[in-house]
């Protein structure tokens, strides 16, 4: 067996988006974790990202409505080293009320490391250098391309986690990021991709 099939079986965090039906959520990480400058995910940010989709998802399974930012509250309140013990079980307790296997939910949650591997290994994603020699033109492009990714990936897990929840009706969907330029001088309206690739619009250079 190779080296990449036994890690496909062995990743954890690639089972977890299995059982839990998270389609998306490689995507996901893979964009957040190549974000540039500010938008970019840190691999423990990516973990508590991921361990929340896992909470919500064991959540809408068991028919519980949440209110914003109620699952992140919930995640802390059974992870976070700064809860007491007694405050944690008074919140698992509840959770199981509502019909959670807490014990197998917090075994499904994954650390940063896992994160990490599934990324570099499951994935193959190469983290770009700091100077790895392109010129500023082809950065920014695969800036662009890596946020409209993002974009798509975290548009398509929301709409997809609404309709699961009962919240949005929506039946098989696709979503397309369409981002175009218009150049209000030459009055030529060019996708992204075009006028990066194409080095401009119609303008003469010295526009």
Known sequence: MSENQTTRRTSKVQRVIDEYGLDTMGDTLEAYWLGDGTEQYSLRE???????????????????STLDG????????????????????????SLERDGLDVTKLKRDFVS??????????????????EDDGRTRLEKDTETIQRLRSR????????????AKSGELTLGDFELFVDLRVVCNTCGRSYSVDELLQGGGCDCPPDN
Request: net charge negative; charged share 25%.
């Open 46 to 64: 990516l973990a508590d990202l991921f361990n929340h989709e896992v909470l919500r998802a064991a959540l809408t399974d068991a028919e519980v």
């Open 70 to 93: 109620e699952v992140e509250n919930t995640y802390r309140l059974l992870t976070s080293d700064e809860i007491s013990s007694g405050v944690r079980t008074e919140t698992e307790n």
């Open 112 to 129: 940063h490391q896992a994160i990490h591997t599934y990324l570099t290994k499951y994935r193959s994603v190469d983290y770009p250098a």
């Open 151 to 162: 974009t798509n990936a975290v548009t398509e897990t929301t709409l997809e986690n609404l």
